[in-house]
């Protein structure tokens, strides 16, 4: 910034826009202002509803960098910050569809129903009647004996037509009121599977029952040895509901509740029993008994109506970000926890 004067050898400063003896009009590089110093940096002088200017490559519309080309072609434009986000933090229909096949060993044997069963033809029971209406045939051969087992490697043919192992599907309902938990209701109401209809190809079915005006969290999949699991009362699963009732609970009521009800020979005994309202007429209740109607027959036992009744969690699986009456496929993380056990 400074530098020596060979006459008295005093320094002096260097000017910062215009060399010794050159107008300062030879190089502009700022319009100044009529009397200002030369040596004062200029700063922008915004005009009255002036805005100040972007950077070089600013797109003020969508406040994004713009892309470099790549290849004769545009990389996709992203926000500042990095990595794209999922959507909603939720992953894809496929990556949801999309499961870790359980490894098959292929000198097991599987009754045949079974087998049938798990390649979406029809349920066990009905496979039954095939076999014993002669419909069903194993490496060309009729099978009608029901305790029939075959190979995952066998020919194995309905109607002459080859069967095959259908993928595992998986789907969490946030049931409705003034629907049936069935695949076919003779009365023609609607149905579970009404609802998801379309959602996949595969023959799935409800795990377990919600009775018509209960609503919340419902499974529904095509794999029967996790159906068998869920639905049988040794593993017990967790189950919490949100239970209203006609009147409040009072004390009394509440501790024979807490003690277990006797219901078809067999006492119930509830987990856990919290009041999350003021009231006491709202109620959440745990409870892992498989017996039909439990939670309604609990409260009758006791003299109580249940004006309400919503199952806000089944196995660890919750109805978080699914509307009342809407669907979503479970991701490999839940489906590899139910398949472990993990409820």
């Given amino acids: 910034m ?26 502009p590089r700022f319009r100044r202002e009529e009397g200002e110093p030369v040596s004062a940096r200029p700063r922008f002088r ?40 999922r959507n909603n933090g939720v992953y894809s229909k496929r990556k949801q569809q999309t499961y870790h096949e359980e490894h098959i060993d292929p000198t097991k044997p599987v009754r045949l129903n079974k087998y049938l069963a798990n390649a979406g033809i029809c349920s066990r029971r009905e496979a039954d009647d095939f076999i014993q209406a002669g419909v069903i045939t194993v490496n060309g051969v009729t099978v009608d004996n029901l305790g029939a087992k075959v190979l995952p ?11 095959r192992r259908e993928r595992k599907v998986y789907i969490l309902l ?49 794999d029967g040895d996790l159906a068998a699991k869920l639905t049988h009362p040794k593993f017990h699963k967790k189950k919490i509901y949100a239970v ?76 978080k970000n699914v509307g009342r009456g809407k669907w979503r496929f479970l991701t490999p993380k839940e489906v590899s926890f139910l398949q472990m056990g993990n409820f």
């Fill in 174 to 222: 946030n049931k409705p009121k003034n629907t049936v938990t069935t695949t076919d209701d003779p009365q023609e109401r609607h149905t579970v599977i009404d609802i998801v209809r379309n959602a996949c190809p595969e023959r799935i079915y409800p795990v377990g029952r919600l009775d018509r005006n209960t609503t919340g969290v419902l499974l529904l999949t095509n």
């Fill in 244 to 319: 209203t009732l006609d009147r409040e609970l009072e004390e009394v009521d509440e501790a024979i509740v807490r003690s277990g009800v006797v219901l078809d020979d067999e006492r119930v005994v509830p987990d856990a029993l919290e009041f999350p309202k003021a009231d006491r007429r709202h109620i959440g209740l745990e409870i892992h008994s498989g017996q039909n109607r439990v939670v309604r027959r609990i409260f009758e036992k006791v003299g109580y109506k249940v004006v309400n009744l919503d199952r806000v969690s089944f196995a660890g699986l919750t109805k």
């Fill in 153 to 163: 490697t066998d020919d194995i043919r309905f109607h002459g037509q080859p069967v």
């Fill in 46 to 85: 915004r005009e009255e509803g002036e805005s100040r200017p972007r950077p070089f490559g600013f797109n003020s519309e969508r406040s994004e960098r713009p892309a470099r080309p790549f290849n004769g072609e545009q990389r996709p434009q992203r926000p500042f910050g990095g990595k794209p986000k």
């Fill in 2 to 27: 400074f530098e020596n004067n060979s006459n008295n050898g005093e320094r002096r400063p260097r000017p910062r826009f215009h060399r010794e003896g050159e107008p300062v009009s030879a190089r």
